[in-house]
């Protein structure tokens, strides 16, 4: 059966820092570009990262340029999201996405709140 299954969302104070993973199980995520979106409600899921089947390759928006890294472990079969100094516009339901031509799956999400 083919999963992602994110992990790391939590409640933290503007300021802090949340490493959230995504691991990918029915599946190798290495011939897969990875990603992570985020979604608040009312609103579409927003790409925040991006990161090649290779890893040489990152995107991000500049909302979070400087503050989200994102990084994989093909051995591992897992991708994280480093967040750090979150912010209150931060908090959402964070996603994993994988894709390649003619494939692409998504996790179930993961919350992420912000708040003071």
């Known amino acids: 059966q083919v999963q992602l299954v994110e992990s790391g969302g939590g409640f933290v104070q503007p300021g802090a820092s949340l490493k959230l993973s995504c691991v990918a199980s029915g599946f190798t995520i290495d011939s897969y570009a990875m990603s992570w979106y985020r979604q608040t409600s009312g609103k579409g899921r927003q790409p925040v990262a991006g990161i090649s089947s290779t890893g040489g390759i990152t995107t991000s928006p500049d909302s979070v340029k400087g503050r989200f890294t994102i990084s994989r472990d093909n051995r591992k079969n897992t991708v994280y999201l480093q967040m750090d100094n979150l912010k209150p516009e931060d908090t959402a339901v964070y996603y994993c996405?994988?894709?390649?031509?003619?494939?692409?799956?998504w996790g179930q999400g993961t919350q992420v709140t912000v708040s003071s």
């Open positions: 996405n994988a894709r390649r031509t003619g494939y692409e799956h």
